[in-house]
């Protein structure tokens, strides 16, 4: 193998790499968001009137 075919596959895995992990980062980001935007929020509180 040449230094040419080693640029070019090295250039094919980083594509590959990069292609995987932009999912993966949305995925993870909207799920953080909905958490966040659906999360544990306080239970307002209640005044009963007699």
Known sequence: MTASDFNILG???LVGIIVTLIPFIIIVGG???TQRLLGNK???QVIHKN
């Open 31 to 33: 799920l953080y968001l």
């Open 42 to 44: 306080p239970s307002p």
């Open 11 to 13: 250039k094919k895995i």
